[in-house]
Structures are given as structure tokens and as C-alpha cells.
């Protein structure tokens, strides 16, 4: 009997010890999001501010207790904007256990990435992607404005305010995100009370000299040119533009964001441009404040538009998973199904939008706001 006891209070011991071991490995698991941008090479700017913004928000949830009492864990992988490196991080951070991607950065790489994530039933939020195709599927949702509404929206702008009568466009007809802005900015522009008196393109290959697409805006009187495309070839049109004293208001899109910080170039140059965007740095609320100044500390600079969706993008992740009650140990397709239903139920205020809904095709609904640079600064405008 005496050695039933001793047994009993060895066993005893065992299963405490069992017990404290299971609770220790629960509270060890993490709800673990995978990011995929550009972190290196031209469009660095853009995945950097990415990954920088979604670690400080990820750090600040895991602070305040986390996602229904469980941590997150950021893994961010570099794809070079290229889409088969970017299928390779992918891979990569679904061997890591991703359970949720914050991505791709940019159109080209989310596309190709997205085909992936639909077949697996992968939830995929991309912060920036703005090809109509980066969220094809049921499985995508995104933070950021999609090109036709870039475009449509623009136009409306650029019309209403009347800022112009006579508007030329230079576009990338290489690049799905520039083309996808024009198409729809040309559409709108039939609505609107100005004519497009110049339309031309260039290429990825033909992205350095400007001058031809340049002189015909300005022969054909343009007052205003439309540039639906990224900041380095803006950086290189305004100075162009500079060099043989063609002086129109410009206007730009999203993927200017990012020009004031471009080494080398006279940001001058960029005085007067103005451009949709869903965030300034300079917006006065205690969010974006807060952020800019975490932001700042961190990295010594001033956040871009894309770090402020990617920001938001973690919190969104967090409401969605909160609304979803989802726990780390589900697979990802259990989670990605819950999510689907829990996107179309949350409300969200962020820095990028207050108010912000998504339907069943992903889209995120919410008010543009136009910009201008002003002093080296992003002001808003009416």
C-alpha cells in the first residue's frame, strides 16, 4: 500500500510536470505572418516601408497582449520585385508555417504570388498591390486603392477641381499597375471637363529618356500632365521636363510615394506635384502621429504611403483574426476560410482611412485623398 502511495505521488509529480510543459508550449504558439516585398534593388523604397511599418505594428500588438491571447510572428522575405523570387519566398514561408501573408508590395510579384495562395487557400492581404489580378481570388483582400480606381478617381479629381483643360498622360505600357491607372484614367476622362490631348507611353526598356513623350505634351499645349507610375522614372521626368522649360501642373499616383526620399534627386523638382494617396505624414490625428514619430525613431525617416498601408495591414490582420476567433494551432485553410466571412464583417480606423469595409471581392472601401508637395512636405489638399 505504502508503494501504491509512492507511486500515486510520483505520478502526480509526472502529470503537474505535464501540465505546466503543455501550458508553457501553448502560450509558446504564435499566429505566424509571412511578408513579401521588395527589400533590395529599384523598388526597395516601397518593401522596406513595408516590412519596417508591419514589424512596428506587430511589435505594438504583441505589447498589449496580442491576438486573442496568442503573440504574432513577422517573417519578411525579399523578392526583388521579380515574380519568381517572389513565389520563391512564398514557398519559403510556407515551410516556415506561414498562416497569413501580408503581400506582395508590388502588382507583378502579388499576381503570380496570388495564384499560388488561392490554390492553397492561403489568406493573403497585399498592403499595396493594386493590379486588378492580385486579388483574384476569394482567398484576397487589399488595404491600398486597385488601379481603376486610381484612375477613375483622378480623373474625377483633376475635373471637378478643374485644374486643367488640356491634359497629356505618360504611362508604362509595360507595366500591368501603369497601365491598369491609364485605362481607367482614360475612360473617366471622357466624363470629365478637359481632353487628353497626349497619350504616350514608354517601356521597361525605353524608361530613361523621356524627351519625345515630353516635347509632344507640351507641342500639343498640355497644361497638366498625369504620370501613373513610380517615382524613379517621375524623378526623371520632372527633371527632363526641367531641362527644356516645360512647366505643367504634374499629377501622380501611389507609386510616387517615395520620390522626396530618392538619393540624388533635387526635390525641388517635385514642388507643386500632386497625387492620390490615402496618407500624409503630416496628417495631425494621434494614430498617424504616433506612428510617424515611432517610425521615425526607428529608421530615421519620414513613412511613405506604403509603410502606412502595411501598418495598418497588421491591425487589420489582428481584427479580422479577433472577429474570426481564430487560434494558432488551425491549419492555414481553416484560418484563411474564417477570415474570408471575417473581412466582410469588421469596421476598421486606421491611418489610412477611418470607416474602411471590404466586400466579397476584396476591395477596400474607402475615400481617396489628394495631396500636394509643398516645401519637401506632403499637405493635404481639398
Not at 36 to 64: F, H, K, L, R, W
Not at 273 to 287: G, H, I, N, Q, R
Not at 296 to 319: M, R, S, T
Amino acid at each position: 500500500m505504502k508503494k501504491m502511495k509512492k507511486f500515486s505521488g510520483v505520478a502526480a509529480t509526472v502529470m503537474a510536470a505535464a501540465m505546466v510543459l503543455s501550458t508553457t508550449a501553448l502560450a509558446d504558439e504564435t499566429f505566424k505572418i509571412g511578408g513579401i516585398g521588395p527589400t533590395t534593388g529599384a523598388a526597395s523604397v516601397y518593401g522596406t516601408a513595408v516590412m519596417n511599418a508591419a514589424q512596428i505594428a506587430v511589435d505594438e500588438i504583441n505589447e498589449a497582449g496580442g491576438v486573442n491571447g496568442y503573440q504574432l510572428e513577422f517573417n519578411a522575405q525579399d523578392d526583388e520585385h521579380d515574380a519568381e523570387k517572389a513565389v520563391n519566398a512564398y514557398n519559403t514561408l510556407k515551410d516556415w508555417g506561414m498562416q497569413v501573408l501580408l503581400g506582395t508590395v508590388t502588382s507583378t510579384p502579388c499576381i503570380a504570388v496570388e495564384a499560388e495562395a488561392v490554390n492553397d487557400n492561403m489568406f493573403l492581404l497585399t498592403p499595396s498591390g493594386t493590379a486588378v489580378d492580385c486579388i483574384s481570388g476569394e482567398n484576397a483582400f487589399r488595404v491600398c486603392f486597385a488601379d481603376p480606381s486610381q484612375g477613375t478617381e483622378s480623373a474625377k479629381y483633376i475635373g471637378e477641381h478643374a485644374l486643367a483643360e488640356k491634359v497629356a498622360v505618360i504611362y508604362d505600357s509595360s507595366d500591368v499597375y501603369s497601365s491598369g491607372i491609364y485605362a481607367a484614367f482614360q475612360a473617366e476622362a471622357a466624363n470629365q471637363p478637359f481632353e487628353i490631348v497626349a497619350s504616350e507611353a514608354f517601356t521597361a526598356d525605353s524608361k530613361t529618356d523621356f524627351s519625345v513623350q515630353l516635347q509632344k505634351a507640351k507641342d500639343a499645349g498640355a497644361d497638366l500632365v498625369y504620370m501613373p507610375f513610380y517615382y524613379n522614372e517621375a524623378a526623371l521626368v520632372l527633371k527632363q521636363a526641367a531641362d527644356m522649360d516645360f512647366a505643367p501642373l504634374w499629377f501622380g499616383v501611389d507609386g510616387m510615394d517615395g520620390i522626396l526620399s530618392l538619393e540624388g534627386f533635387d526635390t525641388s523638382l517635385a514642388e507643386g506635384v500632386m497625387l492620390l494617396t490615402p496618407f500624409s505624414a503630416s496628417a495631425e490625428d494621434e494614430k498617424t502621429q504616433n506612428f510617424v514619430t515611432k517610425y521615425q525613431d526607428l529608421y530615421g525617416e519620414v513613412p511613405n504611403q506604403f509603410g502606412a498601408d502595411a501598418y495598418d495591414g497588421i491591425y487589420i490582420i489582428k481584427q479580422a483574426l479577433e472577429q474570426a476567433e481564430a487560434t494558432p494551432d488551425m491549419e492555414y485553410s481553416e484560418i484563411c476560410d474564417l477570415l474570408k466571412t471575417a473581412m466582410q464583417e469588421i469596421t476598421f480606423d486606421g491611418i489610412t482611412g477611418t470607416g474602411i469595409t471590404w466586400g466579397a471581392d476584396g476591395e477596400p472601401i474607402k475615400a481617396p485623398i489628394a495631396v500636394v508637395i509643398k516645401d519637401g512636405a506632403y499637405e493635404f489638399m481639398d
